[in-house]
């Protein structure tokens, strides 16, 4: 019952944030199987289209040794929005609105269930 609830209060909030926000695309990179007759393994990549995200500075006590300050974001994504099962994501990658990639530096969780936070660098 309250999960619903604060999934739906995330997105009211993503929606009223206005141009803040911006649309971008999740690319999901997941190993396949290793053909041995071709001595090479299989990927395949999971595309997530027309997510609303935020993408915002560390604060000072986020900051670690993992972060870069002039290079790195943080991508706020509501739960909601991204429909897929995330695993190990350091290889995903992030396409903004503007067409630039950033490559997942790590998986920050994902706040109450309702939102997920990664930490992106410039690819």
């Given at each position: 019952?309250?999960?619903?609830?604060?999934?739906?209060?995330?997105?009211?909030?993503?929606?009223?944030?206005?141009?803040?926000?911006?649309?971008?695309?999740?690319?999901?990179?997941?190993?396949?199987?290793?053909?041995?007759?071709?001595s090479s393994p299989s990927y395949t990549y999971n595309y997530a289209t027309g997510i609303q995200a935020l993408f915002t500075k560390f604060s000072e006590d986020e900051k670690d040794n993992e972060v870069m300050v002039l290079k790195d974001w943080k991508v706020l994504i509501p739960s909601?929005?991204?429909?897929?099962?995330?695993k190990d994501s350091t290889e995903d990658s992030i396409i903004d609105s503007k067409g630039k990639e950033w490559n997942v530096r790590r998986y920050l969780g994902i706040t109450g269930g309702s939102l997920h936070i990664f930490h992106v660098r410039a690819a």
């Open positions: 019952m309250f999960k619903n609830l604060i999934n739906g209060l995330v997105q009211t909030a993503f929606d009223t944030i206005g141009d803040l926000k911006e649309t971008v695309n999740y690319v999901q990179f997941e190993e396949g199987t290793y053909d041995t007759e071709t909601t929005q991204l429909p897929l099962v995330l």
